[in-house]
């Protein structure tokens, strides 16, 4: 009977354990997966701002990104069957706020930053047993127009047109290389 028990017990601590943890070769399927569909998503977003720029500069790239960012990330979810989402804890767009999960997140990669470590992706099961895919955002140059220090890399101008269009912008003050963010894509198939 005790052994019983004792075989039970381990069913059943290797049954929760399986559903928590991801084996390394699922782990780095989702890094694959997840990197591809960042920098799709980057790729997209970035064209399209930077067509803006040419456009009209930051007058008419920043209210094209205020009412398409959301849509564009959308279309490249729908076609990977994902959720995307890009989040901060120096937030431009409230709607973007970091859930609970991605505060930790956020706060690990500060930490490796400050113990001037690399960052990597990381893979991990949501609550639910699904698997999801966190990684930086780094600044380009080309970012410090919207996302600069006022006065130095970003015209008082561009500031003022994002300021009416987000009162409450966090966004800026950063330099070349900076951490800005986190990729968060869940791979919920039933999105
Ligand atoms: C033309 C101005 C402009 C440029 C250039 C720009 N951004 Fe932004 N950025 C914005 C606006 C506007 C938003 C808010 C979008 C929204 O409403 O979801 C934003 C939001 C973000 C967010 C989402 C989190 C938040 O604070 O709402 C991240 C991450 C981000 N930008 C990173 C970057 C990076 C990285 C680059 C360069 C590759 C970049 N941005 C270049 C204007 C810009």
Redesign the pocket.
């Known amino acids: 009977m005790k052994n019983i028990l004792g075989l039970l017990g381990v069913a059943v601590f290797l049954f929760t354990a399986c559903q928590k943890e991801m084996t390394e070769k699922e782990k780095s399927e989702y890094t694959i997966k997840g990197k591809e569909i960042a920098t799709a998503t980057f790729k997209k977003l970035?064209g399209e701002?930077e067509k803006k720029?040419k456009e009209g500069g930051?007058s008419k790239?920043?209210p094209f990104?205020?009412a398409n960012?959301?849509t564009i990330a959308d279309e490249v979810a729908n076609k990977y069957k994902v959720t995307i989402k890009?989040?901060?804890d120096k937030?431009?767009?409230k709607?973007?706020a970091p859930n609970s999960e991605e505060k930790t997140i956020i706060k690990r990669f500060q930490r490796l930053i400050a113990e001037g470590k690399n960052l990597k992706p990381i893979v991990e099961k949501d609550k639910d047993g699904h698997p999801h895919f966190y990684a930086p955002?780094k600044?380009?140059k080309?970012?410090l127009?919207?996302?600069g220090v006022l006065g130095e890399t970003m015209k008082h101008e561009a500031d003022s047109i994002?300021k009416t269009?987000y009162p409450n912008d966090k966004?800026i003050g950063f330099k070349e290389g900076d951490f800005?963010?986190i990729w968060s894509i869940n791979f919920n198939s039933k999105n």
């Open positions: 970035g701002l720029m930051v790239a920043a990104c205020n960012a959301g890009r989040t901060s937030l431009r767009n709607e973007n955002i600044l380009k080309k970012c127009t919207c996302h994002i269009l966004a800005r963010g």
